[in-house]
């Protein structure tokens, strides 16, 4: 569905993009990663043909991105582009405009829409008046009207309470249902392990890791992890590396990988004489892989010769 192949774009000095190259199928649900800066907004722009590429191509459904392919696309971005004194009818009636729609399939797209995201009866409410979700699942309804086979959504769920958010993860696997292609960006790392098939993790315009959750786990060679408190970290330290348990720190947090699970009296055996005070056993978690890839430089990562799996150094 979507085919980027060795995207660049420099600004200045600055390169945003280099050989970006990701491929996309039909119907699945793609994270894609990495930090703020990381070229996940430019390849947005460049996919719906608002910005010019340096140099590689991005094909939308086997079609080079052009004027054309923009009735493919549907975009719900993360600032929000409604317009608030218009009803919600009004804002769909608009957007449906735009892209070409009239008459009576204008009316159908824009009424079925408002059904799908939950909003048929807030039809005559002012944007304005919804709450931050309701909002959300407008924009969302907006990205759908013109039946795209794309939909590209950008944070679209940052700022919302934890039932809004279901809400929105609701409506995106009701998405896939139907058959539509979903580029997801996100911060939430527990949003893309829960709702994506394959996660590319960017970082200075270049994608460093890509695979399904259980193949990117694959990548850290650790059964599980265990988290420990200790006011004697120097000595914790000191046995886990007698052990053959590789150190981490997420943030403030002393961790462990361990090549193997183990039972928690076996790890507190392992620990004995060292006073704890606690100690936690957690799975390898698309939060610990990111970590590893973005801010460790794939340092200490497994070498996984798998076809689906991408890892660059």
């Not at 004027?67 to 218009?86: D, F, H, N, R």
């Not at 797209?109 to 995201?117: D, E, F």
């Not at 010769?305 to 660059?312: G, M, R």
Request: proline residues 4%.
């Amino acid at each position: 569905m979507l085919q980027i192949d060795n995207l660049t774009k420099q600004y200045g000095q600055r390169q945003v993009l280099q050989g970006l190259s990701l491929h996309i199928r039909p119907g699945e649900i793609y994270g894609l990663l990495g930090p703020n800066g990381a070229g996940k907004t430019t390849t947005i722009n460049i996919l719906c043909n608002l910005l010019r590429a340096d140099s590689g191509t991005i094909r939308v459904s086997g079609h080079l991105v052009s004027e054309a392919t923009k009735p493919l696309i549907g975009v719900a971005p993360q600032e929000s582009l409604l317009y608030k004194s218009l009803t919600c009818e009004e804002n769909l009636k608009f957007f449906a405009q735009i892209y070409g729609l009239s008459g009576k399939m204008r009316s159908q797209r824009v009424q079925h829409c408002l059904a799908a995201v939950g909003l048929a009866d807030r039809a005559k409410s002012p944007a304005e008046t919804l709450s931050g979700g309701m909002q959300r699942r407008l924009s969302m309804a907006i990205a759908l009207v013109h039946q795209p086979k794309l939909v590209v959504l950008d944070e679209p769920t940052t700022g919302l309470d934890i039932e809004a958010r279901y809400e929105i993860w609701d409506l995106i696997r009701q998405l896939q249902t139907q058959g539509i292609t979903v580029l997801l960006t996100t911060h939430l790392l527990d949003e893309a392990e829960r709702l994506c098939q394959r996660i590319g993790i960017l970082k200075q315009g270049r994608l460093l890791a890509e695979g399904s959750l259980s193949e990117l786990r694959q990548l850290i060679p650790a059964q599980e992890i265990v988290l420990v408190q200790t006011p004697e970290e120097e000595l914790a330290i000191a046995r886990a590396a007698q052990l053959g348990f590789t150190k981490r720190r997420y943030g403030r947090d002393l961790a462990f990988w361990l090549p193997q699970a183990l039972e928690l009296k076996e790890i507190l055996a392992h620990f004995d004489g060292i006073p704890l005070d606690s100690i936690a056993r957690q799975p390898v978690r698309l939060e610990h892989i990111y970590v590893e890839v973005t801010q460790n430089q794939g340092q200490g990562l497994a070498e996984v010769p798998q076809p689906n799996l991408l890892i660059q150094a």
